[in-house]
């Protein structure tokens, strides 16, 4: 069964730099979660899309960004990039309104 | 407010023993509950959830939880470990259509 896809898989970047990660979504989920999980940390609530709409927003710094495309494929998007972004992104997709994610396999980011 | 609170950040069990990981939830509506597996440098992988269909419920690779609404636990146990049970197991809740809260995780370590 297809999965949900996030590319790129390991990304470098130094401070300040921006970075931009995907999250493609299991065929005919409409909904997208990301997450950051710091080393140690559980995983940690950024932004939600149902239907290419924000639909939630958690502890997302001002710097980050994103967006859900019109093929439900999403971005965000990270600017000014510090060290204490240094973390695993997850993004998770879902159908509407219902209570299970799917996860991908994370984008490991590391901030030089 | 909701929040899951797993206790024990490390669990240490032998080969062939009980392995059992508490999970306590607080939410003022009634919750869904899962239980996420991450082995080392990857993602989550969904292990089971409650939905309230059925207060036991089982998942994969032998794991189960019991759902106790007067205790507000969602223990996940199995029987027997074995040594690819090894990986940091997390407790989650939400309501449907929401971001999931995370416990802080336990890391399960099994000995031969």
């Known amino acids: 069964a297809a999965g949900v896809i996030q590319s790129p898989r390991h990304l470098i970047k130094e401070k300040r730099e921006t970075a931009t990660l995907k999250c493609y979504p299991i065929p005919r989920h409409d909904t997208v979660y990301w997450y950051q999980q710091g080393p140690g940390q559980d995983p940690q609530f950024l932004i939600s899309?149902?239907?290419?709409?924000?639909?939630d927003k958690g502890s997302i710094p001002d710097r980050f960004s994103a967006q859900q495309f019109s093929d439900y494929h999403s971005e965000l998007n990270m600017s000014s990039l510090e060290l204490g972004d240094s973390a695993l992104y997850f993004c998770a997709s879902s159908t509407a309104y219902q209570e299970t994610q799917y996860f991908g396999p994370g984008t490991r980011l590391l901030v030089l | 407010a909701q929040s899951v609170t797993q206790l024990g950040s490390h669990v240490s069990v032998s080969e062939g023993a009980l392995v059992l990981l508490r999970c306590n939830y607080s939410s003022s509506v009634p919750p869904y509950l899962f239980w996420y597996v991450q082995y080392p440098n990857q993602g989550l992988q969904l292990l089971l959830k409650y939905t309230s269909a059925a207060t036991l419920v089982k998942g994969i690779n032998g794991f189960e939880a019991e759902f106790k609404k007067s205790e507000t636990s969602f223990h996940l146990t199995k029987p027997s470990a074995h040594m690819s049970d090894a990986a940091e197991y997390f407790c989650?809740?939400?309501?449907?259509?929401?971001?999931?809260?995370f416990g802080k995780g336990t890391t399960l370590s099994v000995s031969s």
């Open positions: 989650a809740l939400n309501q449907a259509g929401t971001a999931l809260i």
């Open positions: 899309f149902y239907e290419k709409m924000q639909s």
